[in-house]
C-alpha cells in the first residue's frame, strides 16, 4: 500500500519508526485560557486553541472574505474576525435562534447563508463585504422529523449552486421504518433551490435521494470529481442470535463507516444496509460466521433474510472505523489526498474510544476516481492527528468531543469541540 503527503510522516509512528508523538503547540492566541486538557499531535503538526466559551460549537464555515462562521446551538449563527496568526479578533452573533443546532453553508458564490434546526432549513441574503444578513430568513425544506439524531447537515457541490444537499439520521437506534426511503429518515436528499416552492420543500415528500439506509450520516463531503462521501454513526448494543442463543458483540460491532454517495446531480436510490445490516470491525466477536473487516450482518439471520442476502441488496462502506467512535464531521484538504474526520467519542463502550481527528489518506485511480488508499477490509485505514494522551480514559469531561472542521486560506484546520466549548486550529509544518 502506498501513501502520499500527510500519510507518509504520520505513518512513521505507526510502523514504529523512532518519531514520537507531538505536544508542539502554536503561539498562544491573546486573552484565550489554555485548552481544558491536552492533546497529542502527529509528528509534524501543532495546535492552538483560539477560542472558549462557546456555546456548543458545531459545524463551521468561512466566507469569501476569511470570517469564520460557527453554529453554536442553543444561540444561533456566530461570526468571527480572524487575524493572520489565526486568532479571533472580533466577534458578534450573526443570527440569534436558539433552534439552529447544527449545519451551515454559503452558496458557491458566498451570497447565500444556509443553516439548519432539527426540522428547518433556512437561507438568508449574505453580504460578503461587509458580513451581514438579510433581515429575514426563508423556509428552505421544512417538514423533517424533530426525535432521535436532530442534527441536519448541509453542502452545496461546488460545481452545482442550484442544489443544497441534506442529512437525516434516524429517530432511534433501530428505526426500523427507515427500510422505506418514503419514511425520510437515515436517508440523504437533494433539493434543487434555484426556485424553492412557497413554504419551503417537503423533506420526505420532494427533492431526491442521495443514498437511504444510512443511520446517522452526520459528515459530508466532494471529492476532487463532485462526488459525495460521508461517514456514519452505526448502531448501538448489538447482540447476534443463532439457534436461540444471543451473544453480546456490541464492544467492538458494528464498524463506524465511510460512504461512496457519488453523483448527487442525480438519484441514488441505493441502499446502504440499516436497519437490517451492520458492517463487522472485529470478526472475532462472532463465533457462527468466518466475518472480514467491512463484510455485512444481521442480528437476527433467517432463511428469508440473512448476512448473503445484505451482500446482495446493500452497499457495504468504502472504509470501516472502529465502533462507536461517532465520526461527526469530515472535510478534504485542498489535494483531495486526505479525508479529515472527527470522531466525537464513544459513550457505551469500554474502554472509551475516539475523542480525536483522524486522516484517511485518498488516492485517484486509473480512472480519475478518489477512494480511500487502504483496502475496504483494513482497520488501518486512518491516522490519528490531534488525539488525546490515553484514549481508553476519556470521558466527556476529561477529553475533547471534536465536531466540526474547515481548511483555511493558508491551509490550517479549524476544528470545534461541543462538550468543552472550544475551538482549536491545526497546522501543519
Known amino acids: 500500500m502506498k501513501f502520499t503527503g500527510l500519510a507518509t510522516t504520520i505513518l512513521a509512528t505507526i510502523d514504529c519508526l523512532p518519531e514520537a508523538p507531538s505536544k508542539a503547540l502554536l503561539s498562544p492566541c491573546p486573552n484565550v485560557p489554555d485548552a481544558v486538557v491536552r492533546y497529542n499531535t502527529a509528528p509534524g503538526w501543532s ?212 460512504n461512496f454517495l457519488g453523483d448527487v446531480t442525480v438519484s441514488n436510490d441505493k441502499w446502504y444496509g440499516y436497519p437490517v445490516c451492520f458492517t463487522v470491525w472485529r470478526p472475532d466477536e462472532f463465533s457462527d460466521h468466518a466475518f472480514q473487516v467491512g463484510q455485512q450482518f444481521v442480528q437476527v439471520p433467517n432463511p428469508s433474510f440473512n448476512d448473503d442476502t445484505c451482500s446482495r441488496l446493500s452497499v457495504s462502506p468504502a472504509l470501516s472505523f472502529q465502533a462507536h467512535s461517532a465520526p461527526l464531521g469530515c472535510k478534504f484538504d485542498a489535494k483531495f489526498t486526505n479525508l479529515f474526520v472527527t470522531f466525537h467519542g464513544s459513550w457505551n463502550r469500554q474502554p472509551p474510544t475516539g475523542y480525536k481527528v483522524v486522516a484517511v489518506p485518498f488516492a485517484q485511480g486509473p480512472d480519475g476516481s478518489y477512494a480511500p488508499e487502504a483496502a475496504s477490509w483494513s482497520t488501518r485505514g486512518s491516522i490519528d492527528v490531534f488525539y488525546p494522551l490515553d484514549e481508553t480514559q476519556c470521558s466527556s469531561s476529561n477529553c475533547l468531543r471534536p465536531v466540526g472542521l474547515v481548511f483555511d486560506a493558508a491551509g490550517r484546520l479549524y476544528v470545534t469541540c461541543d462538550a468543552s466549548g472550544e475551538l482549536f486550529l491545526l497546522s501543519q509544518g
Open 47 to 258: 495546535y492552538v486553541k483560539v477560542a472558549g466559551g462557546l456555546r456548543r460549537p458545531r459545524d463551521l464555515i468561512f466566507d469569501s472574505q476569511g470570517r469564520l462562521l460557527i453554529v453554536q446551538e442553543g444561540v444561533g449563527l456566530s461570526q468571527h474576525l480572524v487575524n493572520a496568526n489565526g486568532c479571533i479578533t472580533n466577534t458578534r452573533i450573526l443570527i440569534s435562534n436558539p433552534d439552529l443546532n447544527h449545519g451551515v453553508c454559503l452558496s458557491v458564490d458566498g451570497n447565500t447563508l444556509y443553516a439548519s434546526s432539527s426540522s428547518t432549513v433556512f437561507r438568508w441574503n449574505y453580504d460578503s463585504t461587509t458580513g451581514d444578513v438579510s433581515p429575514s430568513s426563508v423556509v428552505v425544506v421544512s417538514g423533517m422529523a424533530t426525535s432521535g439524531h436532530t442534527s441536519r447537515t448541509l453542502v452545496i457541490p461546488p460545481h452545482r449552486q442550484d442544489l443544497l444537499v441534506v442529512s437525516h439520521g434516524s429517530n432511534s437506534n433501530i428505526d426500523q421504518a427507515t427500510s422505506d426511503p418514503k419514511t425520510a429518515r437515515a436517508i440523504v436528499k437533494v433539493f434543487n433551490v434555484s426556485s424553492v416552492p412557497l413554504g419551503g420543500y417537503n423533506y420526505a415528500s420532494q427533492g431526491w435521494n442521495a443514498g437511504f439506509g444510512l443511520r446517522n450520516e452526520v459528515g459530508l463531503a466532494f471529492d476532487g470529481n463532485n462526488m459525495l462521501w460521508g461517514v456514519e454513526n452505526s448502531a448501538d448494543n448489538l447482540a447476534r442470535t443463532i439457534n436461540g442463543t444471543t451473544t453480546d458483540v456490541h464492544t467492538d460491532n458494528p464498524s463506524e463507516e465511510l
